[in-house]
């Protein structure tokens, strides 16, 4: 069983910058990867992008976030982040991190991130 949660969520303005944190309960020797997905008001999930235990990233494959947000990983604290930059009012959702190990997919539950103009 592994546990995950969001912090650094919030309120910023158009332009600027927000980084969050999922901590996870495990080690990541049990974790194949863990990933950031959003959801916006009225709109599925998406998937943002994806770490691996080995560190290798991908992103959505449009342009979306291309650019702009970044994921990586510190192993001694079981964290991933997502750096956040040039922020637009569309990148306002809510963000969830997952972690896939031993074949199950686990959720953290969500943190609120609002750009406004």
């Known amino acids: 069983q592994v546990s995950l949660v969001e912090s650094g969520g919030g309120l910023v303005q158009t332009g600027g910058s927000l980084r969050l944190s999922c901590a996870a309960s495990?080690?990541?020797?049990?974790?194949?990867?863990m990933g950031w997905h959003r959801q916006a008001p009225g709109k599925e999930r998406e998937l943002v992008g994806s770490?691996?235990?080995?560190?290798?990233?991908?992103?959505v494959d449009d342009d979306s976030v291309k650019g702009r947000f970044t994921i990586s990983k510190d192993d001694a604290r079981n964290t991933i982040y997502l750096q956040m930059n040039n922020m637009k009012s569309e990148d306002t959702a809510v963000y969830y991190c997952?972690?896939?190990?031993?074949?199950?997919?686990?959720w953290g539950q969500g943190t609120q991130v609002t750009v406004s103009s």
């Open positions: 997952s972690a896939m190990g031993g074949g199950r997919l686990y």
């Open positions: 495990e080690t990541f020797i049990s974790i194949d990867a």
């Open positions: 770490i691996t235990s080995g560190g290798r990233t991908n992103y």
